[in-house]
């Protein structure tokens, strides 16, 4: 399929058509969960890394500290404490069917501070995620439940907030619900693109054909053939700085309606299929997400309620065809735009000479298990699915531990299993192995009859390693007014857990994996004298470094 770029003005008509969610949601029962000013710098279904935005982020003024607030009655039913993620969260249930979710936090008021220290203490880890009776932790509406934070993988402090269907666990647009955001101002078309189906070049690279052109003016010509469009779009709320997601999209011919998608609430059991809903060879190419304004193959989303062409078309004669994409954010601020498309007969090259196969490749069938072997010294298995198209999939032998099995660009829905065989000395050093990807993530892996194996998300290239290093521990603060402190870090396989000891009882440290910092204050004040102070760090291939000190307490 053949990818025609191009750029468009942005002087486009404005509309306040709002558009109205499929469901009926209760919009007097909850409030937001911050007093005063709500700025919301996130909204929800953005296009983020491998998976939709589920939630609002909201701002705290560059602050941690800000007084996080229960929207409706209910009870906290889950408690996750994290390094990455979501970091600290808490999960609110409410009577009306929703769970609303507050993410990134710094710490809690009590007795909900007591209830997760008690259980820290308890298990003796900082990670744990906990799921308290109903008639345990019960909170009224407006009750302060937590203080914000930027734990995880936040990259700033700010809220992360959700509401989600409690018995599908689907997160829903929490705008529907009667929190309000201050948006005036309506999506912005970046950039247009246009696809051209063709069954061959799909099969070989698992995206459509793709040739630039440069746009002067609204009216195009094109070859013969089947066509589809893409977008990539932002929306704005105050300022043309804002970069929020776009959640109703509509595509006409002619007036006609062909394709409609409406986004207002996803299953995270299919969060990576947003790379099938993306340009992803674009987004690995350029950044770009791109919204692609069609039903690719083998998407299990029900965006699509109306789309009577899936959004493909046909240009078979030369009569002018007038198109209109209409994109809507949730409060009914409109841009569109219109092209017109006049078709003509293809002269020169045809679309299969513009490629040539690799020697060595997998013809791998979408509905079907694949499996590719390297000899008996490395064997990759696909299950059903994991391709979301027929895909002519390239494999390389790099070195004796190293191969490129497909694409960086192509996505996969599923993890698919990668196996090395060991020779004799490596077997003995099987519990210090990792299999690793050639962008530096390291995933561990398991032994099984002289196999190493592990599961991994991406194609790319993998080589196995061996880590016999140990973690690297740096002391920050020891004891300053019951504060410690320390830099952890490992080089391959990564942090797995720690331990830390005061006098041979465990004191409970705080881990923010993205600072690579633990840190603390011990509950109880330490007394007069010398006192043995101990950290036990260990790394996935179970590599363990002690740190140990004994400090003097005036």
């Not at 990818?3 to 468009?8: A, E, M, N, S, W």
């Not at 800000?66 to 209910?74: C, M, N, P, T």
């Not at 409109?334 to 002269?347: D, L, N, P, R």
Request: charged share 25%; hydrophobic share 35%; aromatic share 14%.
């Amino acid at each position: 399929m053949r990818l025609i770029v191009f750029y468009l003005a942005l002087f486009l008509s404005l509309f306040k058509v709002k558009a109205q969610p499929y469901g009926q949601f209760p919009s007097n029962d909850f409030i937001p969960p911050f007093e005063g000013k709500l700025e919301i710098i996130g909204t929800f279904c953005e296009l983020r890394n491998n998976h939709f935005h589920g939630g609002l982020d909201i701002r705290t003024d560059s602050k941690i500290g800000r007084h996080v607030l229960a929207i409706g009655d209910g009870y906290i039913s889950r408690i996750n404490i994290s390094t990455h993620g979501y970091g600290k969260v808490l999960y609110i249930t409410h009577k009306n069917g929703y769970t609303s979710v507050y993410a990134h936090l710094h710490d809690f008021p009590e007795p909900i501070k007591w209830y997760i220290t008690k259980n820290h203490y308890l298990l003796q880890t900082f990670e744990m995620e906990l799921f308290p009776e109903p008639d345990l932790l019960q909170v009224k509406k407006g009750q302060h439940i937590a203080y914000s934070g930027n734990t995880g993988g936040s990259q700033g402090p700010h809220l992360h907030f959700e509401i989600r269907d409690t018995k599908t666990e689907e997160p829903v647009n929490p705008l529907f619900f009667g929190i309000k955001m201050k948006d005036v101002l309506p999506p912005a078309f970046r950039s247009l693109y246009l696809y051209k189906k063709d069954s061959l070049e799909k099969l070989y690279n698992g995206h459509y054909s793709s040739k630039a052109l440069n746009l002067k003016n609204r009216t195009i010509t094109l070859p013969y053939g089947t066509y589809a469009f893409g977008a990539h779009l932002v929306d704005y709320a105050l300022s043309a700085g804002d970069n929020n997601g776009v959640n109703y999209l509509e595509v006409f011919r002619n007036k006609n309606l062909i394709y409609q998608c409406h986004i207002e609430r996803f299953s995270f059991a299919k969060n990576r299929m947003m790379n099938n809903y993306i340009d992803y060879k674009r987004n690995k190419e350029s950044g770009v997400k791109m919204h692609k304004l069609f039903i690719d193959d083998g998407s299990t989303y029900d965006f699509w309620k109306t789309s009577p062409t899936d959004g493909w078309f046909n240009i078979e004669d030369s009569i002018p065809q007038v198109f209109k994409i209409v994109a809507n954010d949730a409060y009914g601020n409109q841009k569109s735009m219109e092209i017109t498309i006049i078709g003509h007969q293809e002269k020169g090259l045809q679309i299969r000479e513009y490629f040539s196969y690799s020697k060595d490749f997998k013809h791998c069938i979408a509905l079907q298990a694949n499996t590719i072997e390297f000899g008996t010294e490395c064997i990759v298995k696909f299950e059903p699915n994991t391709f979301y198209s027929d895909y002519k999939l390239p494999y390389i032998k790099i070195s004796s531990t190293s191969y490129r099995v497909g694409v960086e660009n192509v996505p996969v829905d599923k993890k698919f299993e990668i196996k090395f065989l060991l020779n004799p000395r490596q077997s003995l050093l099987a519990n210090k192995l990792t299999i690793c990807q050639s962008n530096g993530k390291s995933f561990g892996g398991e032994y099984h009859h002289f196999y190493f194996s592990t599961k991994v998300k991406e194609l790319g290239t993998y080589y196995l390693a061996i880590d016999t290093i140990k973690p690297v521990i740096q002391a920050v603060s020891l004891n300053k007014k019951g504060y410690f402190s320390f830099i952890i870090k490992d080089y391959l396989s990564g942090i797995k857990d720690y331990d830390f000891y005061i006098d041979d009882e465990w004191v409970l440290l705080d881990y923010e994996s993205k600072n690579s910092l633990i840190s603390g204050r011990i509950p109880n004040k330490l007394g007069s004298g010398k006192h043995l102070i101990k950290l036990i760090v260990r790394d996935h291939r179970d590599n363990e470094k002690l740190f140990t000190k004994i400090i003097q307490v005036p």
